[in-house]
């Protein structure tokens, strides 16, 4: 079994910086392809950011390209999400999550849901206009 742990979000103002944290335990990180998904009111889950095993390959939603960064570090079993340049639009329940067959595929299926084996309980960010 895995344990994944969101920590981070919190209430900024448009325009501000957020770094999302994720824990993973339970078995070993770096067999895992690790992904950020967020899911605002009323509206669908949606792909952020996914990160392949060794951080080697990031993959980004186009709403979110050039404004967050996902990295990862296999020493401390933990994935992260910095969110700078924060939009109302952005505000949403944020979901990290770990994909074990993630390692034989690489672009598009990265932001696939039904990839990931794994889910976090989430971490609310707010963004105030």
């Known amino acids: 079994q895995v344990h994944v742990v969101e920590s981070g979000g919190g209430l900024v103002q448009a325009g501000g910086s957020l770094r999302l944290s994720c824990d993973v335990s339970g078995r070993t990180f770096s067999d895992y392809a690790m992904g950020w998904f967020r899911q605002a009111p009323g509206k669908e889950r949606e792909f952020v950011a996914a990160?392949?095993?060794?951080?080697?390959?990031?993959y980004y939603a186009v709403s979110v390209k050039g404004r967050f960064t996902i990295s990862r570090d296999n020493a401390k079993n933990t994935v992260y999400l910095q969110m700078n340049s924060l939009k109302p639009e952005d505000t949403a329940v944020y979901y990290c999550?770990?994909?074990?067959?993630?390692?034989?595929?690489?672009?598009?299926?990265?932001?696939?849901?039904?990839?990931?084996?794994?889910w976090g309980q989430g971490t609310q960010v707010t963004v105030s206009a």
């Open positions: 999550a770990a994909g074990y067959y993630l390692k034989y595929y690489s672009g598009s299926h990265y932001s696939m849901p039904d990839h990931y084996d794994y």
């Open positions: 990160i392949n095993w060794s951080g080697g390959s990031t």
